[in-house]
Structure formats: structure tokens, C-alpha cells
């Protein structure tokens, strides 16, 4: 079956470490997002990507960072630099030549201890 | 750039009753339409979609009806049961604007047995 993976589910990361959160996806989608969520809040987009090696920073991208050497991976790193990072991520692929629905990865809850 | 207003942000009905949440958007050039719907722990999932040249989808009991003219569209739940209780997502998407959603809110729906 096809679809997007993300993990670990659960993340914890200590004051001053920087953290990966994988994304993969095998539905063959050109671009790929990465949200942030909050409790009881919206979606925040951190980054995108559409083509392999290049991306664009979203609304809130101060303190993460991504990668796209791969069409199905989009690996996000959060660095010391986010001050709060305790949140739930999520990662999304759609096609981009037309409107069409985003799928989205089950979410990795990360919590600073 | 789009603006999605969505409303209300929190919506309680009885079992059995009709749920809709409205969401407003801002720029005429958009042309698809998704909902989302995310139960607790979980990434959003894509429940029903309409593009600007139909008026109205139906799927069962959910329905999404668009208003071109008033910049509107509107999720219509017929029927509620228990695990309609979710929080409820829409977008929109600007033409020529490769696939970016931008996503209002967000509707916490609880449905009482």
C-alpha cells in the first residue's frame, strides 16, 4: 500500500539537543510539507519542498531545518535554536500540476525534558 | 496571499443531529476546495473535496456545498454519531499556485450520545 510513514511516534529531546524526525512516502508525490501543531491549534507550516534539493521556508521555519536529497524523504531537524519545540509534527505529500488533496503522515509528538 | 476563516471552533451537538462548519476565503482565484477531519493522535485525513465548477458534493452523510460568488464553503454532517467527533479542517487553493493549501483553523466537533 501506498502511503507516508513518520517516526519515531514519540520524540523526546533534552534543552540544547537537536532532533530528526524522518518522513517517507512511496506514492510517488513531487512535494512534501512539514506542520507544526500545537494543543487545540491549527496547522502551522514549518517548511516545503516540490523538486528534489530545493525547498522553501514556511511561515515559521526560525530554529528547524530540512533536507530533500531524496523525492520520497523529507527529513526535518529540529535544532537548539527553537526555543519550544514541544509539539506535534506532521508531514504531508500531494502532487503539485493540479489542486488535489494533501496525505498526511500519522504525526510525531516530540516533548523537551 | 489566501486567508481561510473558519467557524465555529468549537461545535457540540446532540447524536442524531446535523453538524456544519463554514469557512470563508479571501482570494476568487481559488479553485479546490478539501475538508480534513483529525481524531486525537492522529494526522488529518481527507474526507471530501469540491472543485470551483460544481455547487455541491454529497458522500454519504457528509456533504460540501461552495458559494463562489460570497467566497464560502460549508461542511454539512447529517446524522452525527459519537465518532463524528474529530476536529475538522478545510482549505483552499489558489489557481496557478501549484498544490499550497492554506487551511483555516480548525472545528472541534463533539458529538454527545
Known amino acids: 500500500d501506498g502511503g507516508i510513514t513518520q517516526s519515531p511516534k514519540y520524540l523526546f529531546r533534552k534543552e540544547g539537543q537537536n532532533v530528526t524526525l524522518s518522513c517517507e512516502q512511496n506514492l510517488n508525490h513531487d512535494a512534501m510539507y512539514w506542520y507544526r501543531q500545537d494543543p487545540g491549534q491549527g496547522l502551522r507550516l514549518i517548511y516545503y519542498?516540490?523538486?528534489?534539493?530545493?525547498?522553501q521556508k514556511g511561515d515559521i521555519a526560525e530554529g528547524y531545518s530540512v533536507s530533500r536529497e531524496k523525492k520520497e524523504s523529507f527529513p526535518l531537524t529540529v535544532t537548539s535554536a527553537q526555543k519550544n519545540p514541544t509539539a506535534f509534527y506532521l508531514c504531508?505529500?500531494?502532487?503539485?500540476?493540479?489542486?488535489?488533496?494533501?496525505?498526511f503522515g500519522s504525526g510525531t509528538r516530540l516533548t523537551v525534558v | 496571499g489566501e486567508n481561510v476563516e473558519q467557524h465555529p471552533s468549537t461545535l457540540s451537538v446532540q447524536e442524531g443531529d446535523s453538524a456544519v462548519i463554514k469557512c470563508t476565503y479571501s482570494d476568487s482565484a481559488s479553485n479546490y476546495f478539501p475538508w480534513y477531519k483529525q481524531e486525537l493522535g492522529k494526522g488529518p485525513q481527507l474526507i471530501i473535496d469540491?472543485?470551483?465548477?460544481?455547487g455541491e458534493k454529497k458522500d454519504q452523510r457528509i456533504a460540501v456545498t461552495l458559494n463562489k460568488t460570497a467566497k464560502h464553503f460549508s461542511l454539512h454532517i447529517t446524522e452525527t454519531q459519537p465518532e463524528d467527533s474529530a476536529v475538522y479542517f478545510c482549505a483552499a487553493r489558489v489557481y496557478n499556485a501549484g498544490n499550497m493549501l492554506t487551511f483555516g483553523g480548525g472545528t472541534r466537533l463533539m458529538v454527545k450520545p
Open positions: 504531508a505529500s500531494s502532487v503539485i500540476d493540479r489542486g488535489s488533496g494533501y496525505t
Open positions: 469540491i472543485r470551483s465548477n460544481v
Open positions: 519542498s516540490q523538486i528534489v534539493n530545493d525547498f
